[in-house]
T-cell receptor, first 116, second 114 residues
Framework: AQKITQTQPGMFVQEKEAVTLDCTYD???????LFWYKQPSSGEMIFLIY??????QNATEGRYSLNFQKARKSANLVISASQLGDSAMYFC?????????????FGPGTSLSVIP | NAGVTQTPKFQVLKTGQSMTLQCAQD?????MSWYRQDPGMGLRLIHY???????DQGEVPNGYNVSRSTTEDFPLRLLSAAPSQTSVYFC?????????????FGPGTRLTVT
């Protein structure tokens, strides 16, 4: 069965520093997609970045990059040059086809606080 | 283009009452899903649909029913509300047929069952 683990319930980072948010996943599928979403205190869900299981390069989107290590089944999010607006909950998610149709499941999330 | 809309935004129910949470999208997405968000547990998948007339169970389907009669709408029914169903509910939609499609989320419905 699909499973996402995020072992850091809360993280602190100094403004302008880089931070890595951990995500490990489990699936029996060879083909899957990995996503990161941000949820600010206002509550909306914002898509940040995507990595496909067959992508050879790590995904990057502006200050976000995804450190994908397929053999270790990890997909860590790296935020460079943290800003105060990065304070939010961050969720790792996976889309895989394990039964009849592909479904998307989420991890428990990491709360990031950026300190001035 | 409204994206994904959810109604109501807030709801208080008494134990045993029934209600329907509404979700609609105007992006012609085949794939729609319902999640509940509880502190420390992230978003847990309740039910999802890959098109009109096709639904499947997620991780926590008990106590919830869904149906999908149109591409645009995917209502979630609570048949007999319980305090354990107090949560924030999110509806999401995406294109279907590829694993790279990100989901678009509604603003959420905060439900309290007393």
């Amino acid at each position: 069965a699909q499973k996402i683990t995020q072992t850091q319930p809360g993280m602190f980072v100094q403004e302008k520093e880089a931070v890595t948010l951990d995500c490990t996943y489990d699936t029996s599928d060879q083909s899957y997609g990995l996503f990161w979403y941000k949820q600010p205190s206002s509550g909306e869900m914002i898509f940040l970045i995507y990595q496909g299981s067959y992508d050879e390069q790590n995904a990057t989107e502006g200050r976000y990059s995804l450190n994908f290590q397929k053999a270790r089944k990890s997909a860590n999010l790296v935020i460079s040059a943290s800003q105060l607006g990065d304070s939010a909950m961050y969720f790792c998610a996976m889309r895989a086809l394990e039964t009849s149709y592909d479904k998307v499941i989420f991890g428990p999330g990491t709360s990031l606080s950026v300190i001035p | 283009n409204a994206g994904v809309t959810q109604t109501p935004k807030f709801q208080v129910l008494k134990t045993g009452q029934s209600m329907t949470l509404q979700c609609a999208q105007d992006m012609n997405h085949e794939y729609m899903s319902w999640y509940r968000q509880d502190p420390g547990m992230g978003l847990r998948l309740i039910h999802y649909s890959v098109g009109a007339g096709i639904t499947d169970q997620g991780e926590v389907p008990n106590g919830y029913n869904v149906s999908r009669s149109t591409t645009e709408d995917f209502p979630l029914r609570l048949l007999s509300a319980a305090p354990s169903q107090t949560s924030v509910y999110f509806c999401a939609s995406s294109y279907f047929g590829g694993l790279s499609y990100e989901q678009y989320f509604g603003p959420g419905t905060r439900l309290t069952v007393t």
